[in-house]
């Protein structure tokens, strides 16, 4: 089942806080996770159902789901999500080494921005992506 896939702005900030720590390091590194990431979670449009529950779910009594993701040569990160009927909400992602999240982290603001993919498979950094910034 091909399903939207909506990322919160937390994970953008997530994001935008690994790729800043890797730049540091190695721009090119840093240029490959975020490639690696978004691929991703554009695949979670199709292969979300067949990643395992989120240890943080037994914790806040909610279905979450992680998908793990790295670069060729990097370090496992993960994503946490949950699924809904018709779509799949991107919640958070985690890099090596952070411990889990509580109830708190996973709580979703009624207005806290949003981002859809459109598309199930557009690239989100190619010029003129199709993305959508709504209010939750």
């Not at 490959?32 to 695949?43: E, G, I, M, N």
């Not at 985690?94 to 207005?111: F, H, I, M, N, T």
Request: charged share 25%.
């Amino acid at each position: 089942m091909i399903r939207r896939v909506r990322i919160l702005q937390r994970v953008y900030d997530d994001a935008e806080a690994i790729f800043d720590w890797l730049a540091i390091r190695s721009e090119q590194g840093a240029n490959r996770w975020r490639d690696a990431f978004f691929a991703a979670v554009q695949a979670l449009s199709s292969d979300a159902d067949i990643w395992s529950s989120a240890p943080e779910a037994a914790r806040v009594r909610t279905p979450i789901r992680q998908k793990f993701f790295k670069t060729p040569h990097g370090r496992q990160y993960r994503i946490l999500y949950r699924i809904d009927p018709e779509e799949v909400v991107v919640l958070r992602v985690r890099a090596p080494g952070e411990p889990p999240l509580s109830r708190r982290d996973l709580q979703v603001a009624r207005s806290q921005c949003s981002v859809y993919f459109l598309l199930p498979r557009q690239n989100p950094l190619a010029p003129g992506a199709a993305l959508a910034i709504i209010t939750a």
